[in-house]
């Protein structure tokens, strides 16, 4: 008995020790999400206005241009995946990694072929351990991404959608997120930034209430859009980085949580079986002096006679 009860003492210490260090990673993970939410409440309207202002010169010329014109026969797309450098969060990773690996599959049987770029270390890992191709990689900043990440992960995959397709060059550009909705809800998004769906993007404009601007262009409509390419693509994957950020924390805070409910709910049970084994341990010593004190007695009685 003595024993079972030292196991349990010591599994209680472990699972305290755990339930400390859970819920010192649920208020970090709480401080960090305020934070990120407010960058991506103040991204947001930058991202906006310059898709407006794309879908604008797009719609308002008859230019041909990768950042607003469909290929006739798309045969060559990239893919951009973010995910996080850290785990803990649940299913926040895997669940964006099944988003690409549909989405990469998706493509494939319309006959394209995907270049596949990494945002964090989990999807890399993920990628390398099955060994598939990946095209480029970029960790060592998810959990506060800035605007030079954005350049600098933007980069390549503008070199790409401006090359033709036999230089290496691709058709389309998708992006694989997860938006942060809520506390509570983040949702995986894919999306294709380019070549931008004009009639899409115009529809969205026009139920809100709002009148897309007439301009004159000077030099030119493509020259103004090759202007405004690398801002679009650095501003919309700034954004989706922030978002992820944010649903990254958030889905670190939910799971620690649920960690730390967990250990105190086996905390509480292991303690019930604590007191239950030295409960048995101390009967078990009463009964043993009892019986003890019993045969002392008859012994006595016995020499008595």
Do not use: C
């Not at 973010?82 to 049987?109: P, V």
């Amino acid at each position: 008995m003595g024993a079972q009860l030292r196991v349990y003492k010591r599994r209680i210490r472990s699972v305290t020790a755990t339930k400390k260090i859970t819920k010192a990673m649920e208020m970090i993970a709480a401080s960090r999400v305020v934070k990120a939410q407010r960058k991506v409440a103040a991204s947001a309207p930058y991202a906006q206005e310059l898709t407006r202002a794309v879908t604008a010169v797009g719609t308002g010329s008859n230019t041909k241009h990768p950042l607003t014109t469909e290929a006739d026969s798309p045969t060559r797309a990239a893919v951009l995946l973010l995910t996080s450098d850290r785990g803990l969060a649940g299913a926040f990773n895997s669940n964006a990694i099944k988003a690409a690996e549909q989405l990469t599959e998706r493509l494939e049987r319309e006959g394209k072929q995907v270049d596949t770029y990494i945002v964090g270390r989990r999807g890399v890992a993920h990628y390398n351990f099955r060994e598939r191709t990946i095209a480029e990689t970029f960790t060592g900043f998810t959990d506060e991404p800035s605007y030079a990440d954005a350049k600098k992960v933007a980069a390549p995959l503008i070199e790409a959608i401006e090359n033709e397709t036999a230089d290496g060059g691709v058709d389309e550009f998708h992006i694989v997120y997860t938006e942060f909705v809520s506390m509570m809800t983040q949702t995986v998004v894919d999306s294709r930034l380019l070549p931008l769906r004009l009639e899409e993007a115009a529809q969205e404009t026009s139920a809100k209430g709002e009148i897309l601007p007439l301009y004159d262009f000077e030099p030119s409509a493509e020259d103004v859009l090759d202007a405004l390419l690398p801002r679009y693509v650095e501003s919309r994957i700034y954004n989706a980085m922030l978002q992820s950020a944010a649903s990254k924390h958030a889905a670190t805070r939910r799971a620690m949580k649920s960690a730390t409910d967990n250990a105190g709910e086996l905390i509480h049970t292991l303690s019930r079986r604590a007191n239950a084994a030295r409960q048995a341990e101390i009967t078990q010593e009463i009964s043993e002096i009892v019986g003890g004190t019993s045969a002392l007695a008859d012994a006595n009685a016995g020499s008595d006679n």
